[in-house]
C-alpha cells in the first residue's frame, strides 16, 4: 500500500518536474490536438510546446521539407489569431504555400537578417514576447551558449522555438529539447495511380531530453500526419508507361 | 512708432520652378491653370516678362506668337504655401510675418531693424539672402502697410521716412493702393492717373462715387486708418534640450539625461495626442564635435519605455571623449496616436503592442525594408501571387488559394536547367541542376500559367511538379511552346 503512494507521488513529481523543464503540460491543461505519431516519444505524451527544437538538413530539399515539417507542426498548435515570426537569413519562403501546411500565411511576420549576430539578437528578442504562439529561425551555427539563452528565454514566456540549422559545420550539442531531421520520402500512391502524391516526409528524432530517440515515415496530407505502415511499393513511372 | 516692411516676389512661382529644375532658369516658361475650358497663365518667368507675356492671358494666344514657350501646369495654392515657408523663414528677422497673397510678405519691423544696422541695411540683408536662394524682391520699409506695399510694388524708395508717406505715393498710379479692378477702371476713365489727382478730394465725394475702398485704402496708406497684419504661427518643433552643469563622459550619464528629455517630450505627446514615428538624439561634445543617434517606429507611439529600449541599442555608438555638454532630443515626424491603431490584430489589444514593440526593435537593427508581411494578390503568375502588407497590419482582402500546389521554396529568379523531355508534350525524364542530374520518378502537370496581357508580354508558362527518386520534389517549368524552335526549361522551386 505505501509503495503504491510512493510510486503516485513520485510520478506527479515527475509530472511537476518535466512542466517546469518545459516538457509536458500540468493536468488541466489542454495539449495540442493532431500530433499524434510524435507524441510517444516525449515523456508523458505531450508534445513539447513552450521550448526550443532543433531542425538539421543538409541539401535545400530536405531543407524545404524541414521547412514543411515545421510549418505543419506549428499549424498544429497555433490558435485563432496567434502570430507567428519567420526569422530568415536571405532564403525565399514562399508564402503562398504554407496554407497548405494548416498555417495562416498572413499571421507570419517574415524578418530577414543577414548578419548571423543580429540573428541571434533578433531570435532571442522574439521568443522572449509572449505575444507570439512560435518563432521559427533558420541560422547556419547553433552553439551551446546560444542555445542555452534561447531555453532560458522560453521558459519564462512560452513561446515555442523552431530553430533550422541548414548545413552546419558540426552537430554540436546543444541544450534544445529536441533535435529532428526530416527528409523527403517518394510518395505513395494507391492503385498506381499517375502522378505525384502527398508530401511524405522520413521524420527522424536524433536526440529527445527525457525521450526515446524514434524515427516514423509520415505522409502530410488533408491538414493532418499521417504514419505510413505500410512499406514502399515501386510502381512504374510515368514515363515507363508511357515508353511501354 | 510701428514700421513694415513690404517685400514683394514679382517671380514667386516661376522662380520657385525654376529652383526645383535648375534648366528652367534659362528658359522663357509660363505656368498655366485650366480655366473655364481654356489654359490661362497664372505665371510668368522673368524671361518670359520680357516678351511682354503677362499672368492672364490664354496660353494659346502666347504659344502663337512665340512658338517655343515651355508651359508647367501650376498648381492652386502653391503660392500660399510657398509664401507661408518663406515667412516662416522671415521669423529669423521679426517676430511677426504675415503672407499677403497673392505674390508678398509683410514683415511687422518695428524695433528690429537696429539690430541689422539700420533699415537700408536689414532690407539688404533680406533682400541679398533670397537673391541667393534665387528670388527676386523688392522690399520697402513705412509707417504703414499701405505705404509699404505702393514703395515696394510702384515707388522707387527703399524706405519711407517716418510720416513722409503722403510724399512717398503721391506721385504713384492709383494701382499701387491695392484697389479692385473696377474701381482702378473707373479712375482711369476719369483720367485721375495719379494718387496725388485724388487724394486731397473729400472723403464723402470720393466714397460717394467710388465706393467705401477708395477712401479706406487711402487712409491705410496714410495712416489714418488701422490696418492689421495676421501673423503666421510657425509650429514649434517637437524637440527637448538639456543642458549639462558638467560634460558628461558616461554610458550612465548619457542613460539619464535622454530619459529626461524623453519624459518631457512624451508629456508634451501625450497633451496633443500624439506618437513620435522618427526620433533624432544629438549630443554636443565638448570639442564642438555633434553626435546623433537615430531611430523610428512602425506605428506612432509615445511610451516612454518602449521609445528609450530603441535608442538603448545605439547608445554605445556615441563617443563622448572628453563628454558632453547638452543633449537634444528631436521629433522630426510626428503622428496621432488613434486607438484603432492597437486593434491591428484579432487577438487581445496588449498582444498587439507587445509585437509591434518587438518590430521596432527588430526595426532598429535590421531596417523596416526587412520587415515584411505578405497577403494574397489575385494574380495566377506565381512571383505576382503575393504582396507585401503596406502597412504591415494590412488585413487581406482575399482568401489564400490552396487549389493548386506551390513550392515552399520559390527561387526569386528562375534558374535555367538542362533537361530530357519526350517530346512534344511530356515532363522531363532527367534534369540537370547546379551540375547535379536528377532522375524524376514521378511527375504531375502541366499547369499552364499564361502572362497576364495586361501586365507584362512574354511567353506562357507550363509547370510540371516533379519528384526525384529520393522523393525531393521541384517545380520546373518550360517557358513556351515546343513549335518556337528549342523551348527553355527552368527550376522555380522546391516542394515541402
Redesign the interface.
Known sequence: MQAEEKRITAKALQAKINAMQGLGKLSGEPAALGLAPFTDAFPGRVFPTGVIHEFISY???????T???M?ALTGKFIK????CLWVGNG???????????GL???R???????KFK?AL??IE??LK????TAVISETRELGFTESRRFQLAVERSGVTGFVHRFCPRTENATACTARWKI?????A?DDGL????H??WNVELLKVKNGRPVSWQVSFSGGSFHERRERQITIP???QR??V | MPRYASIWFPYLLTEYAARKSPQLRETAFVMASPQRGRMVIDAVSAMAAQKDIRPGMVLADCKAIFPELEVIKSEPGQAEKLLNALAEWCIGYTPLAAIDLPDGLILDSSGCAHLWGGEIQYLESIRSRLNAYGYTVKTAIADTIGAAWAAARYGNLETVQPGMQREAIKGLPPAALRLEPEVLAKLKKLGLQRIESFMDMPRTALRRRFGPSLSLRLGQALGHEIEMIVPIKPVEPYQERLCSMEPIATAVGITIALKQLLESLCNRFEAEGLGLRSGIFRAYRVDGDIQQIEIGTSQSSRNETHLFKLFEHKIATLEPALGFEMFVLEAPKTEPVTEEQSAIWTASGQNDKKVAELLDRVAVKTGTHNIMRYLPAEHYWPEHSIKQAVPLWEKPTTAWRTDWPRPIYLLEKPEAVEVTAVLPDYPPMLFRYKGKLYTIAKSDGPERIEQEWWLADGLYRDYYCVEDESGARYWLFRSGPYDAGQPKWFIHGFFA
Open positions: 541539401e535545400p530539399a530536405d531543407a524545404a521539407s521547412s514543411g515539417f510549418t485563432d489569431g496567434g502570430l532564403r525565399k519562403v514562399f508564402p503562398a504555400a504554407l496554407k497548405h501546411f495562416q500565411p498572413d507570419i511576420v517574415f524578418i530577414n537578417a543577414t543580429d539578437w533578433i528578442e522574439a514576447c509572449e505575444a507570439l527528409t523527403p520520402l517518394p510518395s500512391i499517375p502522378g505525384v502524391g508530401s511524405s513511372s510515368n514515363h508511357n515508353a
